[in-house]
């Protein structure tokens, strides 16, 4: 039977957390080693199942991978790959989509079949492909198995406009560009922090990029990158997700290496409801002593706005507060699959589209629910955190996507829970 994680709710929470390296740079920079002739070495990365999935990736794809002090080492290839790349570790997770252009680069060609990762909703990869088809790449679809194949001479640049400013595709072509022939534009990107993380990155491995971190970023192509060390940015999500956890449950809480500007929006909407948010020398503070109060309705949208990984998180510190709040999701479907969660603890919500919408005044208790998703699991764990007595979340296998041990973040600052089995 799978583990479950059980959680002693009602208790303020107290202490300092260190934030690991985020997840969402991590996979992408995991990709990107593909890129270098040399080797390279990123620290303190989390021992996630989606790391886990990419050094499999890594590894099918004739890389040396090692942990080391706490990161990971990557060795390249001795010789080219032969660009297929394993069905298990891609229909695991989405992020296998970003092996599409460091592989073109290594082997010439790519197959794969559809990424997997959490039920949101529909997640196309049109973008991605569209931006490689106007460098050169020749896409087909034969029978479910997508194949990607480079002009005899590689990949080459283009001025190539988004159609939206998709993460995940402003990464893809953001390493396709740093290795091919010419010039690239990208503009409408996107401007996550995390771009930015993986521009830095590639800069040290030798990439010619301006703009990361805007919407628009020109790359001059290289012959040939290099390897390098690189600590990536703090996990801005796991940070929403404890700061959540304090709004619920009262409580003061360090978040050390926090930047309060990769936050954003959070902050503001955990501000209005009640909660001291200091910066320090060291990080950032959130602490709350007083009741909750609602906040109205708050919407996700693209960076700077409300991160949509933050709002099942953000709405599950909120459940217990006085007066209606609202989360709409402007990027995903099904962002709120954690609502039957919430119900069965007692929780005053329902599900409106794309909207989570809270009543207000709840109680919560404990109760035996199931992640159907990462950050829904998350979100399971910090309404549990703020319940009366006991509860057992199960689908713990979504949760490990993104916290390595959400049990020993939340027991650090003294609450009770942990994992059994069953």
């Known amino acids: 039977m799978e583990d479950r994680l059980w959680v002693w709710g009602g208790r303020p929470l107290e202490g300092e957390v260190r934030l690991p390296a985020a997840k969402n740079s991590v996979l992408p920079l995991l990709a990107a080693s593909l890129l270098c002739s040399g080797p390279v070495v990123l620290h303190g990365v989390p021992p996630l199942s989606d790391v886990q999935q990419s050094i499999l990736l890594l590894q099918a794809l004739g890389c040396r991978v090692n942990w080391q002090n706490g990161g990971l080492a990557i060795q390249p290839p001795v010789q080219p790959p032969c660009g297929v790349l394993p069905a298990g570790p891609v229909r695991a997770m989405r992020s296998s989509v970003f092996y599409l252009a460091p592989v073109l680069h290594a082997a010439g060609r790519v197959s794969m079949p559809m990424p997997g990762g959490c039920d949101l909703g529909p997640r196309p990869i049109d973008i991605h492909l569209d931006g490689l088809v106007k460098m050169g790449a020749r896409v087909a679809w034969q029978q479910g198995v997508l194949c990607l194949e480079c002009p005899p001479r590689g990949l080459h640049g283009a001025d190539i406009t988004l159609r939206l400013p998709s993460v995940g595709a402003t990464e893809t072509l953001l390493m396709a ?14 401007c996550e922090p995390e771009i930015a993380d993986l521009a830095d990155f590639l800069r040290s491995c030798g990439a010619h990029i301006s703009g990361a971190g805007s919407p628009v970023v020109w790359v001059q192509g290289a012959d040939r990158l290099g390897g390098a060390e690189h600590t990536p940015i703090p996990d801005r999500i796991v940070a929403a997700t404890a700061a959540a956890a304090v709004a619920g449950t009262g409580g ?28 320090t020398q060291n990080g950032l503070c959130i602490a709350r002593s007083g009741p909750l109060q ?56 329902r599900r409106a589209g794309r909207a989570l919408e809270i009543l207000g005044g709840g109680r ?25 007595g006991e509860s057992r979340i199960g689908g713990l296998c979504h949760i490990r996507r993104g916290y390595a041990d959400i049990a020993a973040l939340f027991g650090g600052l003294g609450a009770e829970l942990g994992v059994c089995a069953g």
């Not at 700077?304 to 007066?323: I, Q």
């Not at 989360?327 to 099904?334: R, S, V």
């Open 364 to 388: 919560l208790h404990g109760a035996e629910v199931t992640a159907q998703d990462l950050r829904g699991g998350a979100a399971l764990v910090v309404a549990a955190l703020a319940a009366e």
């Open 252 to 279: 003061q809480v360090l978040l050390r290496r926090c930047r309060g500007e990769a936050l954003g929006q959070v902050l503001e909407v955990l501000r209005n409801a009640g909660c001291e948010v200091t910066l």
């Open 177 to 190: 560009a740093v290795r091919a022939h010419g010039p690239t534009v990208l503009r409408g990107a996107a």
């Open 294 to 349: 609602g906040v109205g309705r708050v919407y996700t949208g693209i960076y700077p706005a409300f991160a949509t990984d933050a709002a099942p998180v953000v709405a599950a510190g909120l459940l217990t507060a006085r007066g209606a709040s609202a989360f709409e999701d402007t990027i995903f479907e099904n962002r709120f699959s954690c609502a039957e969660g919430f119900l069965a603890m007692g929780a005053q919500v």
